[in-house]
Antibody, heavy 120, light 107 residues
Framework: QVQLQESGPGLVKPSQTLSLTCTVS??????????WSWIRQHPGKGLEWIGY???????YYNPSLKSRVTISIDTSKNQFSVTLSSVTSADTAVYYC????????????WGQGTLVTVSS | DIQMTQSPSSLSASVGDRVTITCRAS??????LNWYQQTPGKAPKLLIY???SLQSGVPSRFSGSGSGTDFTLTISSLQPEDFATYYC?????????FGQGTKVDVK
C-alpha cells in the first residue's frame, strides 16, 4: 500500500520561499511510470493543481504559478519536493502531495496534507 | 483553462436517498473526468476515474457517467459515511482544474 507524507514548515514569512517534501513509502518513486503531484486547497475553498513531475524528472506546472514554482524528485530518498517563491498570504493553504497514474490523469493516492500559513 | 462547474453547490439528503451531482466542462473533455470525495480534515479520495470507472475499493453504489461536456456522479443509496464534499476534476488539458465542490449534508 503506497503512502505519502508531507513535511515542511507550517509558517512562512511573506516574500520568502515555501518548501515542502513528500516522502513516499510502500513503493519506489522511480518505478511504475507514475507522476508525482502537488495540489493545494485554500482554507474553506476548492482544490488547485500546482503541478507534477514524472519519475524521469519531466515537470508540468500550472501556468498561474509557473514563474514561482519548482517541483523536484530525489529517487535515492524516495521523495519529491515543491518550492514556491515570493509567497504572499494568498499562498496560505493546505498542501497535498499525491501519486498520479501513468496516464497522467487522476490522483489515486494522497498524503494527509499540511497547512502552510504565510504570515509575518 | 477549462472551467468546471458543479451543480448543485450543496444539497441535503437522507440515508437511503439517490443523489445525483452534475459537472459541466467549458469545452469538450471527452471522458477525461474524475470524481473525488472529501470529508472535513481529510485528503480527497478518488471515487471514479475516466468518467465511469470505479476506483478499486470504492462501493458500487457510486457510479459515474457522461462524456464531452456533461457528467454525472450518482450515489444510488446514500450511506452515513457518504456525507461529504464531492469534486469533479478534468485532466484533458493542463492545468488540471476542479469543480467548486458539492457539499452533501444531512436533511
Amino acid at each position: 500500500q503506497v503512502q505519502l507524507q508531507e513535511s515542511g514548515p507550517g509558517l512562512v514569512k511573506p516574500s520568502q520561499t515555501l518548501s515542502l517534501t513528500c516522502t513516499v513509502s510502500g513503493g519506489s518513486i522511480s518505478s511504475g511510470g507514475y507522476y508525482w503531484s502537488w495540489i493545494r486547497q485554500h482554507p474553506g475553498k476548492g482544490l488547485e493543481w500546482i503541478g507534477y513531475i514524472y519519475y524521469s524528472g519531466s515537470t508540468y506546472y500550472n501556468p498561474s504559478l509557473k514563474s514561482r514554482v519548482t517541483i523536484s524528485i530525489d529517487t535515492s530518498k524516495n521523495q519529491f519536493s515543491v518550492t514556491l517563491s515570493s509567497v504572499t498570504s494568498a499562498d496560505t493553504a493546505v498542501y497535498y502531495c499525491a501519486r498520479v497514474g501513468s496516464s497522467g490523469s487522476w490522483a489515486d493516492y494522497w498524503g494527509q496534507g499540511t497547512l502552510v500559513t504565510v504570515s509575518s | 483553462d477549462i472551467q468546471m462547474t458543479q451543480s448543485p453547490s450543496s444539497l441535503s439528503a437522507s440515508v437511503g436517498d439517490r443523489v445525483t451531482i452534475t459537472c459541466r466542462a467549458s469545452q469538450s473533455i471527452t471522458t477525461y473526468l474524475n470524481w473525488y470525495q472529501q470529508t472535513p480534515g481529510k485528503a480527497p479520495k478518488l471515487l471514479i476515474y475516466a468518467a465511469s470507472s470505479l476506483q478499486s475499493g470504492v462501493p458500487s453504489r457510486f457510479s459515474g457517467s457522461g462524456s464531452g461536456t456533461d457528467f454525472t456522479l450518482t450515489i444510488s443509496s446514500l450511506q452515513p459515511e457518504d456525507f461529504a464534499t464531492y469534486y469533479c476534476q478534468q485532466s484533458y488539458d493542463i492545468p488540471w482544474t476542479f469543480g467548486q465542490g458539492t457539499k452533501v449534508d444531512v436533511k
